[in-house]
């Protein structure tokens, strides 16, 4: 089941730290993973194993917590 949260302050904090993320890892995940790959730039292969073992870390979290 996906749902997304109605809570403003939520929304407006996960935006800063997505924007946080772009600056501090120089480029989206997208990017990373799409254009940075197919063009075989180590720094965007390490970028995007980064991009989801973290994504995977917080998914565990959250269900351990009960929050997904």
């Known amino acids: 089941v996906f749902s997304i949260t ?3 302050p939520l929304i ?3 935006g800063l730290l997505v924007g946080i993320g772009t ?3 120089s480029g989206c995940t997208s990017g990373h ?3 940075g790959i197919s063009r ?3 720094k965007s292969i390490f970028a995007t194993i ?3 073992i973290c994504a995977i ?3 565990f979290i959250m269900k351990i917590f009960g929050i997904y």
């Open 12 to 14: 407006i904090i996960g």
């Open 23 to 25: 600056k501090i890892g």
């Open 50 to 52: 980064t991009f989801m």
């Open 33 to 35: 993973g799409i254009c």
């Open 6 to 8: 109605p809570s403003v």
């Open 57 to 59: 870390i917080t998914v």
């Open 40 to 42: 075989f730039s180590t």
